[in-house]
């Protein structure tokens, strides 16, 4: 158990916030993972629903933190 908060990096996707909150992390910090991977062409502002992203990735994050 780390004595300081520590944040989850790297390769970090929605299905996988579960497995980060239980490995013990306080949070998470992605760029990758509010990125469209297949809209690459069709704007140039690559940007997903930002608001979208957070609330399923909340659900999941948060219901691993309650059930400890």
């Known amino acids: ?3 300081v908060p520590v944040l989850g990096i ?9 497995e980060v909150a239980a ?3 306080a949070g ?3 760029i990758g993972l509010f ?3 297949t809209s690459e ?3 140039p ?8 992203v957070v609330g399923a990735l909340r659900r999941r994050f948060d219901s691993v933190k309650t059930a400890s």
């Open 10 to 18: 790297g390769g970090v996707t929605v299905e996988r916030a579960e």
């Open 28 to 30: 998470l910090a992605a």
């Open 23 to 25: 490995a013990g992390a």
């Open 41 to 43: 062409n069709l704007a």
């Open 45 to 52: 502002c690559r940007a997903m629903p930002l608001g979208a």
């Open 35 to 37: 990125m469209h991977e």
């Open 1 to 3: 158990t780390a004595r």
